[in-house]
Antibody, heavy 120, light 106 residues
Framework: EVQLVESGGGLVKPGSSLKLSCVAS????????MHWIRQAPKKGLEWIAL????????YYADSVKGRFTISRDNSKNTLYLEMNSLRSEDTAMYYC?????????????WGQGASVTVSS | DIQMTQSPPVLSASVGDRVTLSCKAS??????LDWYQQKHGEGPKLLIF???NLQTGIPSRFSGSGSGTDYTLTISSLQPEDVATYYC????????FGSGTKLELK
């Protein structure tokens, strides 16, 4: 069974940094592209980043470009999201997701999320 | 960015009803559209990919259709466990989600 477990969330002040992790199991992690998606409180979903299976390509939403960095360690089956210069509007539940078979952008398994609150 | 508009925002229906949720794109998305179900307190679940393909393990009462800018998700016979928020998601260009349709039991 595919499992994705996020961790590393918390309460931080504006301007600070935080690094989220997503540990994957139940599939060959090193063969799949991975995504980060977020959901602000009581709001809809926002795709924020994608990394290829081999880290050869990374893509970001404009809202986080230059501040967030997606990375992965295939030896540890772990995906990361490093978040810098955090703003109040970055407050959200952050989900990692595995790409599906049809397309790089289809997401066929999601974690339960890690909560990030940016507040002074 | 491509804007995705879902309607209605909230839908109340009874068990056994046929339910149709709509999603309209601001431009042609060439059927590059998925539907996700999110239950309260959980991560989203993929239901339908590339407009009409049922994800493995999803009940056959769910179906999707559409083309161009207009897409629909249909539940043929609503079950209590279908209470959730449903999001459409396009990946034709700069992936974006719709704002969701909250499905409630009447």
């Amino acid at each position: 069974e595919v499992q994705l477990v996020e961790s590393g969330g918390g309460l931080v002040k504006p301007g600070s940094s935080l690094k989220l992790s997503c540990v994957a199991s139940g599939f060959t992690f090193s063969s799949y592209g991975m995504h980060w998606i977020r959901q602000a409180p009581k709001k809809g979903l926002e795709w924020i980043a994608l990394i290829y299976y081999d880290s050869s390509n990374k893509y970001y939403a404009d809202s986080v470009k230059g501040r967030f960095t997606i990375s992965r360690d295939n030896s540890k089956n772990t995906l990361y999201l490093e978040m810098n210069s955090l703003r109040s509007e970055d407050t959200a539940m952050y989900y990692c997701a595995k790409r599906g078979g049809y397309s790089l952008y289809v997401m066929d398994a999601w974690g339960q999320g890690a909560s990030v609150t940016v507040s002074s | 960015d491509i804007q995705m508009t879902q309607s209605p925002p909230v839908l109340s229906a009874s068990v056994g009803d046929r339910v149709t949720l709509s999603c309209k794109a601001s431009q042609n998305i060439n059927k590059n559209l998925d539907w996700y179900q999110q239950k309260h307190g959980e991560g989203p679940k993929l239901l339908i990919f590339y407009t009409s393909n049922l994800q493995t393990g999803i009940p056959s009462r769910f179906s999707g259709s559409g083309s161009g800018t207009d897409y629909t998700l249909t539940i043929s016979s609503l079950q209590p466990e279908d209470v959730a928020t449903y999001y459409c998601y396009q990946y034709n260009s700069g992936p974006t989600f719709g704002s969701g349709t909250k499905l409630e039991l009447k």
